[in-house]
Nanobody, 124 residues
Framework: QVQLVESGGGLVQAGGSLRLSCAAS????????AAWYRQARGKEREFVAA????????LYADSVKDRFTISKDNAKNTVYLQMNGLKPDDTAVYSC?????????????????WGQGTQVTVSS
């Protein structure tokens, strides 16, 4: 059992920055990777980024590759998403998730636990 709590969302102007945090608790020793997803109004949930817990290998969606950075603090059981150069199209509810799998994945079905999400709104 893993509990995930996101924080750091809010309202920003286009071109601004935010850093999201995802704090994990519970049976985190089975957490091999973590990911960020987002769901915009009226759209399906979309993969954003993933990170391997031990070595730090990462995977990004093409739409955020040059602007967002996923990172982690193993001692704090926390995953971060640094978002720079925000655009109105980035507006969405951002959720974190963890996987017991031994590989990085973009597929929703590969993730076991999910947080409640935090709202990010980018004004134009």
């Amino acid at each position: 059992q893993v509990q995930l709590v996101e924080s750091g969302g809010g309202l920003v102007q286009a071109g601004g920055s935010l850093r999201l945090s995802c704090a994990a608790s519970g049976s985190t020793f089975n957490m091999n990777s973590a990911a960020w997803y987002r769901q915009a109004r009226g759209k399906e949930r979309e993969f954003v980024a993933a990170i391997w817990w031990s070595g730090g290998s990462t995977l990004y969606a093409d739409s955020v590759k040059d602007r967002f950075t996923i990172s982690k603090d193993n001692a704090k059981n926390t995953v971060y998403l640094q978002m720079n150069g925000l655009k109105p199209d980035d507006t969405a509810v951002y959720s974190c998730a963890t996987s017991k799998g031994r590989w990085l994945s973009r597929r929703i079905s590969d993730y076991d636990y999910w947080g409640q999400g935090t709202q990010v709104t980018v004004s134009s």
